[in-house]
T-cell receptor, first 113, second 109 residues
Framework: DVKVTQSSRYLVKRTGEKVFLECVQD?????MFWYRQDPGLGLRLIYF???????EKGDIPEGYSVSREKKERFSLILESASTNQTSMYLC????????????FGPGTRLLVL | GENVEQHPSTLSVQEGDSAVIKCTYS??????FPWYKQELGKGPQLIID?????GEKKDQRIAVTLNKTAKHFSLHITETQPEDSAVYFC????????FGTGTRLKVLA
């Protein structure tokens, strides 16, 4: 079974702090994604990566950056956390091929005070 | 840009009844049509998918139907059970995923 793990389930940070969210997958997938999930808005893509050191902006990249130094690890960085970044953050990985199934981690619920 | 609409946003059914959720998309290049289920406290998980060369696919109590001409596909759950209560997302794939806004299904015992 594919396993995607996220470093924290719950996180509380203060406005202006730099926040790191870590995601690790164990299935050697090339593609990894970061989404945020808000009520009534579904999942919105922040950034994705299709290879080590490669990254592409998603639909809502403002205020975020990412890092992919190793294939299995994809980090989301909030450079200066703001209250409107309070949300659920979901990481996913994908192996493109016959079936474009995304495998999700359990999510990190971030509260910015 | 591409648009995905999912209806209804909430759905309550009695246990044993059927539930249908519809997803409408705009990107004609979409060729893979999955449905994900998200239980409380967990990430979404694929439950069924269909490709554009197939009109219907069934897996026990769940089925997906696709109308590529009209650009919509639907999730059908028969004989609903309390454990079907969750949020369901459609996510048509063309060159990227666009998720619907989700349907909260409540199965009433």
């Amino acid at each position: 079974d594919v396993k995607v793990t996220q470093s924290s389930r719950y996180l509380v940070k203060r406005t202006g702090e730099k926040v790191f969210l870590e995601c690790v997958q164990d299935m050697d997938h090339e593609n990894m994604f970061w989404y945020r999930q808000d009520p009534g808005l579904g999942l919105r893509l922040i950034y994705f990566s299709y290879d080590v050191k490669m990254k592409e902006k998603g639909d809502i990249p403002e205020g975020y950056s990412v890092s992919r130094e190793k294939k299995e690890r994809f980090s989301l960085i909030l450079e200066s956390a703001s209250t409107n970044q309070t949300s659920m953050y979901l990481c996913a990985s994908l192996l493109l091929g016959a079936r474009e199934t995304q495998y999700f981690g359990p999510g990190t619920r971030l509260l910015v005070l | 840009g591409e648009n995905v609409e999912q209806h209804p946003s909430t759905l309550s059914v009695q246990e044993g009844d059927s539930a249908v959720i519809k997803c409408t998309y705009s990107d004609s290049a979409s060729n893979y049509f999955p449905w994900y289920k998200q239980e409380l406290g967990k990430g979404p998980q694929l439950i069924i998918d269909i490709r554009s060369n197939v009109g219907e696919k069934k897996d026990q109590r769940i089925a997906v139907t696709l109308n590529k001409t009209a650009k919509h596909f639907s999730l059908h759950i028969t004989e609903t059970q309390p454990e079907d209560s969750a949020v369901y997302f459609c996510a048509p794939w063309g060159y990227k995923y666009i998720f619907g806004t989700g349907t909260r299904l409540k199965v009433l015992a």
